[in-house]
């Protein structure tokens, strides 16, 4: 089973509502594991209290920035899978196009259509 990211802290940045998810996007993020987040979306179907899938950029340690600075990561209960690593990732516009496009096909949502609320 994947290890879910272990947030402590960490300030909303964008919501958007997809289909029957709730999706939040976090920065200035503070973590209780080893990686070190940039941003976080957090997939939450309706009526649940945990996510069922998370997107993440985490910036990389300097040792393991051959091919970038920051890599994608997708977590869900199956899986903990790199996508990519690259620096255009650390753009927050970036990361929430790709982000709600992982989440589209990872969740079956290619019928609807991301709308952000606040």
């Known amino acids: 089973m994947a290890a879910f990211p272990k947030i402590l802290t ?7 509502q997809y289909g029957d998810y709730g999706v939040t996007v976090l920065g200035d993020i503070e ?3 080893e990686r070190v987040y940039r941003y976080v ?7 649940d209290s945990q996510p069922q899938l ?8 300097p040792s393991q920035r051959e091919q970038g ?17 690259d620096a255009r ?3 927050m516009s970036n990361f929430v196009d790709q982000a709600l496009q992982t ?3 990872m ?3 290619e019928q609807e259509q991301p709308y952000q609320v606040q």
């Open 10 to 16: 960490a300030i909303p940045q964008q919501r958007y």
């Open 31 to 33: 973590s209780g594991d």
């Open 41 to 47: 979306a957090a997939f939450v179907r309706e009526g």
């Open 54 to 61: 998370f997107v993440v950029v985490e910036t990389l340690p």
């Open 69 to 85: 600075s920051h890599a994608l990561r997708v977590i869900n209960a199956a899986m903990d899978e790199v996508l990519d690593v």
């Open 89 to 91: 990732w650390a753009n």
């Open 103 to 105: 989440g589209s096909q």
């Open 107 to 109: 969740l079956g949502l």
